[in-house]
Structures are given as C-alpha cells and as structure tokens.
C-alpha cells in the first residue's frame, strides 16, 4: 500500500473498518450496520463521547444516518432548524448569505463536529448554511429529543454548554486576529490551526489533508485570493511551507508560529 493509500485510510475509514472498530468497542458484531456507523459518529463527537450510556443509546435509536454529496447542502440558512447535525464522516464548510447573496465561510467541520449547534439556543430557524466539502456521512438527531435529554441529563447539559462557549471563543479569537494582525499573521495563524485539525505527519511535514483553495482562505482571514498566493509564496520560499498537489505541507510549525 503507498504511503498517500495510508494516509487516505487513516482518515476516511471504509464502512467495514466502523463496523470492525464497533464491534471490538461493543463486544459483538453490530446486527444494524447503519446504527454502527451512527454510533462510531456519536463516540467521535464531543458533544456525545463522554455522556451517559442511556444518552448514546436514545440519539443513536432517533437518529437518522444520510449521504450527502460533495459541494450539496447539508442544510440551508433560514430552513427550519428541527434537527442537531453530527458529521460522522467528511468536511463541511459553514457560511453565511447576506441580503446581495454572497456567502461567506464562517468555520470548517470535520469528522465528529457538530453541525448546526446555534438551534440550541433557542433558535427557530438556522442562521447559517452548511455545505459538504466532499461526500460525507451526516447523522441527523432530533433537537426536541436533544433538549429533553439535556434537561433529565446534566452530563449533556454540560457538554452542550460547553460546546457553546468553544465556538464562541473561536468567534473572538477571529475578531481579535482580524483587528491585530496583518495578513502574514492572520494566514500564519490559520495555518497552524489547520495543521493541528487536518495534519497529517509526513516525513516532509505536517501535511494539511483538507484540500481548500486561496480563494476559500482568503475569505476567512479577511483578504483577497491574490495576497493569500504571494504570501503563501513567500513563506514556501523561506521553508516555512511546501505543497503536495492542492495540499500544503507545514515543514516548520515553530518558525510559522513566529510569524503570527
């Protein structure tokens, strides 16, 4: 097997390979496969991997498992928002439309994210759309079934809270690296980030396995595709940075978080 099959099976799993790791977990062969792949989501997120068993076992029974194809909603900004959203396989990219029809990527979600978190609040409708990077595998849970086992479990309860406190500390520390930091610092910054959420150790670097454009990394720094290629230039010419295809490769995390 090349070394690139590796990386590939390292982070996508076939279904077989869940249904393995299920089995070894539960102590039995799975008699559903689509509830073992639902179930390995649910153990993946942080939001679910450490409640109550009881917990795991209610969202896995309502939960409903879909395919959705690369670059196809997983759900669209001011639909109703009924259901909480778990990755159980893939990217997405959250963004939001304004009143002219641009969008613009607010965060990127992997394997085990949650998806759609807002609704917890208290929200009707969702302020935001989501959409899938490459085919990915969406566990869909009832929002109603999810509060009321907030309410009757305070294990949950606190990983919701929790939950809600990270994505708002990711929303100031962005406001903050858009207020202080210039473009160099900003791409540096989000590099790192990068790395440590899709890295995957080569023996050239750590490689970022998500395949995303400078266009898309210019729209989350604040700057323009253009400044985002001269600058990603400039750091592969001091052996910051390499690339491999359409993925970048950081050879030098401690000279990159300099550069912040």
Request: aromatic share 4%; with cysteine.
């Amino acid at each position: 097997m090349s070394t690139h099959a590796v990386w590939i099976t390292l982070l996508f799993p076939t279904v077989s390979d869940l249904d393995s790791q299920y089995a070894q977990d539960a102590g039995r062969q799975p008699t559903d496969p689509v509830k073992a792949r639902v179930a390995r989501a649910f153990r993946l997120s942080s939001l679910f991997a450490q409640v109550d068993r009881e917990v795991r076992e209610a969202v896995t029974d309502a939960a409903v498992l879909e395919v959705v194809a690369s670059d196809a909603a997983i759900f669209e900004q001011g639909a109703p928002a009924d259901t909480l959203v778990v990755l159980g396989r893939g990217r997405a990219r959250v963004e939001r439309v304004n009143e002219a029809g641009a969008a613009f990527p607010l965060s990127y979600r992997g394997t085990g994210d949650v998806l759609g978190e807002s609704c917890l609040g208290g929200l009707e409708t969702r302020t935001e759309r989501a959409i899938a990077m490459d085919e990915a595998e969406v566990v869909r849970v009832p929002l109603a079934l999810v509060r009321e086992l907030c309410a009757q479990h305070p294990g949950l309860g606190g990983a919701v809270f929790a939950l809600l406190v990270a994505r708002q500390r990711e929303t100031e520390d962005r406001i903050e690296s858009m207020l202080f930091k210039n473009v160099g610092g900003r791409l540096a910054e989000f590099l790192l980030h990068a790395a440590e959420r899709w890295g995957v150790p080569t023996p050239r670097g750590t490689l970022i396995s998500a395949p995303i454009t400078h266009a898309e990394i210019a729209q989350v720094i604040g700057s323009t595709r253009e400044t985002v290629t001269l600058t990603l230039g400039a750091f592969r010419k001091e052996g910051v940075l390499d690339a491999a295809g359409r993925r970048l490769i950081v050879k030098d995390r401690e000279a990159l978080a300099r550069k912040r």
